[in-house]
T-cell receptor
Framework: GAGVSQSPRYKVAKRGQDVALRCDPI?????LFWYQQALGQGPEFLTYFQNEAQLDKSGLPSDRFFAERPEGSVSTLKIQRTQQEDSAVYLC??????????????FGPGTRLTVL | GDSVTQMEGPVTLSEEAFLTINCTYTATGYPSLFWYVQYPGEGLQLLLKATKADDKGSNKGFEATYRKETTSFHLEKGSVQVSDSAVYFC?????????FGTGTSLTVIP
């Protein structure tokens, strides 16, 4: 596709359920990022992949959060035993280059997670 | 550590008014600087960027100049339109991530 896609766009979960959020980056993009955006705030970094390697997971808020990109393309962010504080928009972004701070990150539309 | 500080909103302007949204940064070295825009219900889109000091980024009538002496990257537009209503984020790339400001919500009324 032409851009980054994410699914589902909306997810409602009961507290304690597990959820999986999918990201399809732009074809050929080496780098993939996950961010969490709370209501009224800017996105906050969760984790970073270079191809299939997860090089930085310093932003993951707890061990309930897990991300993977097994073939270096599609990525999945999984949240186990969801809590109400996990309610947010989860954004995925991809970029062509590796480690270049001039490189643009291209964002998907996000998945809005609501935990009841 | 690295960070960006962005002007608080919300901002409400009449159509054709002049817009300034302030952004200052703290960083080691001389990073690139970005402005992203988020329209209602959509993801972030790149608006403009500047890769070195004194560079001016521009797009869709918006401009921002990378000023090292004041560590600023203020966003300006001379005449806003209703279609510019959105949330604007200043962003600083560092390491493996972008640091984003808290966002400034702009509403333009006819």
């Amino acid at each position: 596709g032409a851009g980054v896609s994410q699914s589902p766009r909306y997810k409602v979960a009961k507290r304690g359920q597990d959820v999986a959020l999918r990201c399809d980056p732009i074809s050929g993009h080496v780098s993939l990022f996950w961010y969490q955006q709370a209501l009224g705030q800017g996105p906050e970094f969760l984790t970073y992949f270079q191809n299939e390697a997860q090089l930085d997971k310093s932003g993951l808020p707890s061990d309930r959060f897990f991300a993977e990109r097994p073939e270096g393309s599609v990525s999945t962010l999984k949240i186990q035993r969801t809590q109400q504080e996990d309610s947010a928009v989860y954004l995925c972004a991809s970029s062509v280059l590796v480690g270049q701070n001039t490189d643009t990150q291209y964002f998907g539309p996000g998945t809005r997670l609501t935990v009841l | 550590g690295d960070s960006v500080t962005q002007m608080e909103g919300p901002v409400t302007l009449s159509e054709e008014a002049f817009l300034t949204i302030n952004c200052t940064y703290t960083a080691t070295g001389y990073p690139s600087l970005f402005w992203y825009v988020q329209y209602p219900g959509e993801g972030l889109q790149l608006l403009l960027k500047a890769t070195k000091a004194d560079d001016k980024g521009s797009n869709k009538g918006f401009e921002a100049t990378y000023r090292k002496e004041t560590t600023s990257f203020h966003l300006e537009k001379g005449s806003v339109q209703v279609s510019d209503s959105a949330v604007y984020f200043c962003a600083l790339p560092t390491g493996n991530q972008f640091y984003f400001g808290t966002g400034t919500s702009l509403t333009v009324i006819p």
